[in-house]
């Protein structure tokens, strides 16, 4: 039975292969891959993150999404105070249908922070990302519909579709956004910006006879959050995309209770919140932050028809950041979902 939801999973990948990107739930925990605007867009002076994604692990490794990043700034001594440049680099890999497709990508990107401001708490941002990619389809481990016997996926898949037991497709990627963030005092900010990634519209070419173009992806995102208490602070966001002919919309927010507030530095807290993804799924979210690092972990409980073919379950998204920020540093607000 999984071996032929697997089948019904990657004919659904086929068909939008060229269409979607990965995506994450904890969208704000893989800012590089949301816009490259957010690039050096932290409170700090390095920014470390990663994120691990299992779309319906009870069926067999069927798609999952892992990433990291590094980002920093760079050129304080040449640019005014209230201006901020950041560097960063993205590694991200897709793997689908029981590992016989994988996408590998590797980005670096840069975005100028120009304040608005004499303090630099109002800022709009500018940043560019170049990416290369490369996809690998294993054609030995596809399985497909007359392969199914009485005694399950038995017949070997025929080289003479293929002619080689492995295709590949390398192309060179372009995406940029513009981004602005805002704080009126210390425990308040708001933020709007969109992106668009593939603007040149790269070309999949796996064999001689086939060839996609895979579609700019738009995103326009904004977020804010404000105290709502002492020590319990409210967080909002959503994200609007669109690719092709397909389009998401992902909005939620999560409250964040500082457990230790009379402590200066070493605070920890705990966010508790939960996300929606339209017509597809509910987010509940769980998030611990110890002084520099932030944990979060996500559950996709899917509401939509296709929870028919997954047997109710969703997919796990566990997240994590760590930013480096020396005590000499001036503290700035910046978008934290």
């Known amino acids: 039975m999984k071996n032929l939801l697997i089948l019904i999973l990657l004919t659904v990948l086929c068909n939008s292969l060229h269409a979607q990107d990965p995506h994450f ?16 867009k932290f409170d700090g002076a390095v920014r470390v993150t990663g994120d691990y994604r299992n779309q319906w692990p009870s069926i067999n490794n069927a798609f999952i999404t892992t990433t990291g990043s590094v980002d920093f700034h760079v050129g304080k001594k040449f640019i005014p105070n209230n201006d901020n440049w950041g560097v960063g680099a993205l590694f991200l890999n897709d793997n689908s249908a029981g590992g016989a497709v994988n996408f590998n990508y590797f980005s670096l990107s840069t975005a100028y922070h120009k304040g608005l401001d004499e303090d630099g708490f109002h800022q709009l ?12 389809i294993n054609t030995t481990s596809l399985k497909f519909e007359d392969q199914l016997t009485v005694n399950g996926f038995t017949n070997p898949v025929s080289q003479e579709n293929f002619g080689t037991a492995t295709l590949s497709s390398n192309y ?7 981004l602005y963030s805002g704080s009126t005092n210390d425990r308040n900010n708001f933020y709007g910006g969109i992106s668009m ?44 995309t669109f690719q092709g002919g397909a389009s998401e919309t992902v909005i939620g927010g999560a409250f964040q209770f500082i457990t230790n507030p009379e402590e200066e530095v070493k ?23 110890y002084n520099d690092v932030r944990l979060g972990i996500t559950y996709d409980v899917n509401t939509s028809s296709l929870k028919t073919a997954s047997n109710g379950n969703g997919g796990i ?12 540093d001036k503290p700035i607000n910046c978008p934290k979902f």
């Open 172 to 178: 060179f990627d372009m995406n940029a956004g513009i």
């Open 197 to 240: 990634y593939h603007i040149n519209k790269p070309t999949q070419k796996l064999t001689s006879a086939e060839s996609y173009v895979l579609n700019p992806r738009t995103t326009i995102h904004a977020g804010t959050y404000f105290a709502v208490g002492p020590a319990t602070t409210l967080h909002f966001s959503g994200i609007q």
């Open 125 to 136: 941002s500018g940043g560019i990302q170049a990416t290369y990619a490369n996809m690998f």
């Open 25 to 40: 739930s904890q969208f704000f925990s893989s800012p590089l891959t949301l816009n490259p605007a957010f690039t050096g």
């Open 317 to 328: 998204e566990i997240s994590a950041m760590y930013i480096y920020r020396p005590s000499t």
């Open 267 to 289: 605070q920890t807290s705990l966010y508790i919140g939960s996300w929606i993804r339209l017509k597809d799924a509910i987010i509940p979210y769980l998030g611990l932050e």
